[in-house]
């Protein structure tokens, strides 16, 4: 048996509302933040924080396996690739409604100081992607000890 449903006008209207509030937000209020509008590509969105000897990113890659993933550190730059692929069974239905984003992506973001690229340690777990980039050595402290009655220290020689 076919229901006939009342259409409501206003309703549209807010969703055009909401439409032209998120255009805004995601062109003017946060320009680096993860587009959100339908059909725009994925980009995970990514916190970053600092320990006394590392930086740690958490970005969120929910559904990714690792070797979906290419992690690179260039110029104090960090960048994630990967892609989001869409389950074939899923091309086959007729959808109301598509919210989940599909696609190859890539997002970037600076560290604030050199970091050691060779010790960067990576791990996924439960769709959360996290990165500890170890500071370079150069920056962090270091206690010097001071000796006694050794004169003054030797310069090395300069070959100038």
Sequence with gaps: ???????????????????????FEDSV??????????????????DLSETKDAFVVEAAVPGLKPEDLDITVENNVLTIR??????????????????RRFGAFQRSISLPTTVNAEGIRASLEH?????????????????????????QPELAASNN
């Excluded at 209020?29 to 990514?46: I, L, N, W, Y």
């Design 1 to 23: 048996m076919t229901s006939l449903n009342r259409w409501d006008p206003v309703q549209d209207m807010m969703t055009l509302r909401e439409a032209m509030q998120q255009l």
């Design 82 to 99: 990967g892609e989001v692929k869409q389950d074939q069974e899923s091309k086959e239905r007729s959808y109301h409604r598509v919210e």
């Design 127 to 151: 769709g959360v992607l996290n990165l500890v980039i170890p500071k370079a050595e150069a920056l962090k402290p270091r206690k010097i000890s001071v000796s006694v009655g050794a004169g």
């Design 29 to 46: 209020v946060s320009p680096a933040a993860a587009p959100r509008r339908p059909g725009a590509a994925f980009a995970p969105a990514m």
